[in-house]
């Protein structure tokens, strides 16, 4: 065989690799008679996430409805779904009468991020975030068992693909959308309790509980840092390697595991982008930088930036804040021991 006829081959094999399915973004090739009620569910969720660290009067009747919710969304999906919003989803050592359970709760995670955050919606320029300039990983895969057992997922910007083991979803239950609740009576003349993330919880190179919602979007944050790769001034595999998010780093923290490194960093600011209306006030340069390359399902939120309207200066806040300092500082001190 010469050599012009194997490099023509290695290009079909390469094109046959590379090419995505030819599905229309979720907005079309979803059935929106069955994906409303989850958009429904999932603005609920928001919306409690969101009251639930507001000043307003948290009442023990709103508190055991949000307590109430689902760790899962109650719809089936498909695999043939998941591939219509442009993701290859494969399973290794999982048996088939699973396959359904285990794409159903894959997929609310997804439909929190904005079309155009798709592999299929980044495929159309005119979708794309401004800092796209290479096509997104779009494999997901859920298998057995990680090689670290310890590990929510993982992803490998080799293949582009987000590992997912079925460890994670046994824990399911642990919901990004249940809190705790934080009470202040001390030197407050008008104590109230609040709901604050897991900071009491938090553990030296661990990622706090945010349920499966969390890992996936811990997981996905790692392939957009890698997608974003020679963008933002950066030569290096994530664009997370730039001076500027370095530096950030080191100034805005989100949790001890994402204190570990910037790469790291990056997926946990993902992760709070989408879930902790919080980091907006705590964060506020991470926040800004997310809101440039990455954008929110408006269907879900209402704009297109995660708790956009979100009031860092209620006075109640800012006594929340304060108390996540002196944690964020006692855990700093404890884990560099």
């Known amino acids: 065989m010469n050599r012009s ?4 081959c290695g290009l079909i094999l390469l094109g046959a ?30 919306k409690y996430r969101q009251s639930l660290f507001s000043a307003e009067e948290l009442t023990w009747d709103f508190w055991s409805k949000t307590q109430g919710l689902p760790a899962m969304i109650p719809y089936s999906f498909s695999p043939e779904e ?7 989803v494969k399973f290794k050592k999982v048996h088939k009468s699973l396959q359904a359970e285990v794409i159903s709760q894959i997929m609310p995670a997804f439909l929190l991020l904005e079309e155009s955050m798709y592999p299929a919606g980044l495929r159309e320029k005119e979708n794309r975030p401004e800092y796209f300039k290479s096509t997104i990983g779009r494999r997901v895969k859920i298998v057995g068992q990680l090689r670290d057992e310890a590990a929510g997922g993982q992803y490998n910007p080799l293949t ?12 399911s239950g642990y919901s990004a959308w249940r809190v705790q609740i934080l009470c202040f009576h001390d030197n407050q003349p008008d104590g109230f309790c609040a709901a604050i993330n897991p900071w009491t919880d938090w553990q030296c190179d661990s990622s706090p509980i945010e349920g499966l919602f969390g890992i996936v979007l811990h997981e996905y944050g790692h392939n957009v840092d890698h997608a974003l790769r020679g963008m933002l001034g950066t030569k290096g595999v994530f664009s997370s ?14 949790s001890p595991y994402g204190d570990l490194n910037s790469i790291e960093d990056f997926a946990e600011s993902f992760t709070a982008y989408f ?6 006030c705590y964060a506020p340069k991470k926040f800004a930088w997310m809101s440039r390359i990455a954008r929110a399902n408006p269907e879900i939120y209402g704009t297109a930036i995660p708790f956009e309207n979100y009031r860092c200066d209620q006075p109640r806040v800012q006594i929340l804040l304060e108390e996540r300092a002196k944690q964020v500082k006692t855990t700093r001190e404890k884990c560099a021991s």
Do not use: Y
Not at 5 to 8: D, E, K, T
Not at 82 to 88: A, T, Y
């Open 5 to 8: 006829l194997i490099f023509v």
């Open 241 to 254: 390697a730039t001076k500027q998010w370095k530096m950030l780093h080191q100034e805005e923290f989100i």
């Open 17 to 46: 690799t590379r090419t995505i399915p030819l599905f229309a973004s979720s907005g079309s090739c979803l059935n929106s008679s069955n994906i409303n009620p989850v958009f429904e569910q999932l603005r609920e969720r928001i």
């Open 275 to 280: 879930l902790d209306p919080l980091m907006k």
């Open 160 to 171: 582009n693909t987000i590992s997912i083991p079925l460890r994670a979803f046994r824990f």
């Open 82 to 88: 998941l591939s219509c919003m442009g993701f290859e």
